[in-house]
């Protein structure tokens, strides 16, 4: 059964009549509460904004006995992190467990003969993700399916005719379908779920990333890594009249973005859209980081760069004196990576970056973008909610950087922190150069 032969039907005969129960519940608080209902409409306002899908948020949990399923997730590894998101907040709105879904090991734009298939399980903690995150989403197995029927396929719309209004149509159509509660699995077909059009706040992304931990064996090599780069600052530190009475010496993480296909496409970009900041040369990263203030030097300065760039020594050279440049052959940890594909190198790449003291990115990076959002949610847990007033206080840990965005402080990048209040990942899935110091909202 398609949508069209039940549209109609749903909307007159449901909404009408929830409209009215909702009023008629509404004036029923004001009578009992006037002050308890003011104040419960202006939490649920401030909280959700004006957006109209607020109402499966207020569920407690989500169903474990019915599913949904989504299309195998591709792209790089930050695409395929929203994507995943966008899944199982699509499950949470139909109030479905989604059912484990297929990664892609590899970048299928330019490896499309390598591309792999990989269970969210074999690079995710499952077990971990299901009790950070019980309430909220929940990924099942396809072990738990019992019903052999035929699942309903709803078909994701594409083109400019499919609008953001005409996909939250299609999902509350789905929600109000009495037919299709009594369905053990739905199953989205089409597009890939990076495509889908995004009906939720940042906050909402922002708890299922915090829910993602690594399988132990990767969460291993990431310790190593960072452990590598630690043990190399404590000596240059030794060979320095600077004494370090921490144990835990600080290091910096630049996400450099200056591979040839980027530079081609983000100037496109840039000529498209009339702005002049979303590339940066090598000059300009590495001058802007050799302006930040308070770093103590020397320090190392970890590069994540693309694999491509590791032959090309120039990335090393003409660094501040003092900034101690490394990356993964460099630091000697290429054996840790190389045994990986793609996505998991990616994955240990990200939280070298997310656990560094300083990390400095490009705004318009993906990648740069959730690694600052992983760190915006450090620094709320912390009590901080906004660094404009503490730029040059380096001893907060988990400060972040823009570099392709010219600071306050002459010379250096601008202080970056993800607005927790924006009520879409518009500006991490597609890049801004407005970006603040601010978070404007802490977090539970």
């Known amino acids: 059964m398609g949508l069209a032969n039940w549209r109609v039907r749903s909307y007159n005969c449901q909404i009408k009549p929830i409209i009215a129960i909702i009023i008629s519940i509404l004036l029923l608080r004001a009578v009992l509460s006037p002050s308890t209902s003011f104040a419960w409409f202006q939490q649920r306002i401030s909280s959700y904004g004006a957006t109209p899908i607020t109402e499966p948020n207020l569920r407690a949990t989500v169903r474990n006995d019915k599913f949904l399923e ?25 109030n479905r467990t989604l059912l484990m879904p297929s990664l892609s090991a590899s970048l299928f ?41 035929d699942p309903f396929e709803m078909q994701k719309g594409s083109g400019r005719k499919w609008t953001k209004e005409r996909d939250l149509e299609q999902l509350k159509e789905v929600t109000n379908d009495n037919k299709l509660h009594d369905l053990e699995l739905v199953r989205i077909v089409g597009k890939n779920p990076f495509l889908w059009h995004d009906h939720w706040p940042v906050r ?91 770093i103590n030097l020397p320090a190392v300065v970890y590069l994540a760069i693309a694999d491509s760039l590791l032959e090309d020594d120039s990335v090393l050279k003409g660094w501040k004196t003092g900034l101690m440049p490394y990356e993964k052959k460099r630091l000697g940890v290429w054996e840790i990576y190389k045994k990986y594909p793609y996505l998991i190198r990616s994955a240990i790449d990200f939280e070298v970056c997310s656990r560094a003291d300083i990390f400095v990115g490009n705004s318009f990076s993906t990648f740069s973008g959730l690694v600052v959002l992983s760190r915006t949610q450090r620094l709320l847990k912390s009590g901080f909610k906004d660094l404009c007033g503490n730029e040059d206080q380096l001893d907060i840990r988990f400060t972040s950087y823009a570099y392709n965005i010219l600071g306050d402080k002459i010379g250096a990048p601008k202080v970056w922190m993800t607005d927790m209040a924006d009520l879409s990942l518009q500006k991490i899935s597609y890049g801004t150069n407005n970006i603040s110091c601010d978070a404007n909202m802490s977090i539970s």
């Not at 190593?224 to 000596?235: G, N, P, T």
Request: proline share 3%; charged share 25%.
């Open 109 to 149: 734009y330019k490896e499309v003969e390598l591309l792999q298939p990989m269970q969210f399980d074999k690079i995710f903690y499952l077990e971990k993700f299901n009790s950070i995150c019980d309430g909220f989403v929940q990924v099942g197995q396809y072990s738990k399916l019992l019903n052999k029927t």
């Open 70 to 94: 989504v299309p195998q997730i591709v792209w790089g590894l930050n695409n395929q992190k929203i994507a995943l998101a966008r899944g199982l907040l699509t499950a949470r709105f139909l």
């Open 204 to 294: 909402d992304y922002a708890e299922i990333f915090g829910c993602l931990a690594l399988v132990n064996e990767i969460e291993n090599d990431v310790v190593k890594v960072i452990s590598k780069i630690r043990e190399i600052s404590i000596k240059a530190k030794k060979n320095t009249a600077n004494t370090v009475p921490n144990p835990i010496v600080p290091y910096i993480a630049v996400h450099m973005r200056i591979e040839k296909d980027w530079m081609i496409h983000c100037k496109k970009w840039e000529q498209r859209t009339g702005m002049n900041q979303i590339c940066s040369s090598k000059k300009e990263i590495l001058d802007r980081v050799s302006h930040i203030m308070g």
